[in-house]
């Protein structure tokens, strides 16, 4: 017998997963990676700065697009974004 305010776990995650946003300082991040990107490519011709910016926008946009694409598509994202990540260190250090 259930207690009064008592949930099953899957229906708490499930009500986590809907209400997930992206709060203002996530998007005020997404919106600087991108300034940064386009003066990273168009103004400074910085490679590595790109990859970081580029990584790190898609990086935030994984859950919008597991969402819209699917878990598989999603994870491919992730992935390629980590795979960013560690070039662009890569391209700046060595």
């Known amino acids: ?7 099953y776990p899957e229906e708490d995650e499930m009500k986590q997963k809907k209400k997930q946003r992206y709060t ?3 998007l005020s991040s997404m919106v600087l990676s991108v300034v940064l ?3 990273s490519v168009f103004l400074a011709n910085d490679i590595p700065m790109a990859f970081l910016t580029g990584a790190f926008f898609l990086f935030m946009l994984h859950p919008v697009i597991s969402r819209v694409f699917g878990e598989t598509t999603g994870k491919i994202v992730h992935s390629f974004s980590v795979t960013l990540i ?5 391209l700046a250090f060595f």
């Open 24 to 26: 203002h300082a996530q």
């Open 86 to 90: 560690i070039g662009a260190f890569i």
């Open 37 to 39: 990107f386009c003066y």
């Open 1 to 7: 017998m259930r207690s009064k305010g008592w949930q």
